[in-house]
């Protein structure tokens, strides 16, 4: 059975259709246009992917640096509230006295335990005796280290006054030349 098309009028079979599609037509300019079209549309594409990895390769790279950073601040904290913590049970009297410790031999192990913590504690406490309590001031205290000596804080300097009425010009002189030297 042959089935019919009508066209303008004119009737053709599909047999006519089908020997006319086999054979090779001419590329029209319109097609020749939509094909380099297609070309740049396809490299634009591929700047746009490349542009897109980038960014991607930028982000994750930054996430990392942010991931490390905070991780490093997370061990850092921790470094200091167990330096804290060890302090405390030497019996230190002012946790500011923290700060002329040198943290370099302190940190944080593999399995989480502070390293370095007594042997800071100790140092601090022989060289600065007066930042800790007496043992016997402070029940319950552990040592952390034999003190070589207790000493006590150093006294501040008392100030001293002097009356300008009642000094000679030169000792006022002197007195004025000292004071503005500081």
């Given at each position: 059975m042959t089935d019919v098309v009508e066209h303008d009028g004119d009737v053709a079979a599909d047999d006519d259709v089908s020997v006319a599609a086999e054979q090779p037509r001419a590329v029209t300019d319109s097609e020749k246009r939509l094909r380099q079209e297609l070309v740049r549309a396809r490299q634009q594409l591929r700047l746009v992917q490349g542009e897109r990895d980038a960014i991607l390769t930028s982000a994750h790279r930054e996430r990392d640096l942010a991931v490390s950073q905070a991780r490093e601040d997370a061990r850092q904290r921790i470094v200091q509230a167990e330096l804290k913590a060890h302090a405390l049970r030497a019996g230190i009297v002012d946790l500011d006295g923290l700060r002329l410790a040198d943290l370099g031999g302190v940190s944080l192990g593999e399995d989480g335990e502070i390293l370095g913590a007594e042997e800071t504690i100790a140092t601090l406490?022989?060289?600065?005796?007066?930042?800790?309590?007496?043992?016997?001031?402070?029940?319950?205290?552990?040592?952390?280290?034999?003190?070589?000596?207790?000493?006590?804080?150093?006294?501040?300097?008392?100030?001293?006054?002097?009356?300008a009425r009642t000094l000679s010009r030169e000792a006022w002189q002197a007195e004025r030349a000292k004071l503005l030297s500081r």
């Open positions: 406490r022989s060289d600065k005796p007066y930042l800790f309590a007496a043992a016997a001031q402070a029940p319950g205290v552990a040592e952390v280290a034999a003190p070589r000596r207790l000493h006590a804080a150093p006294a501040p300097a008392t100030p001293r006054t002097v009356d």
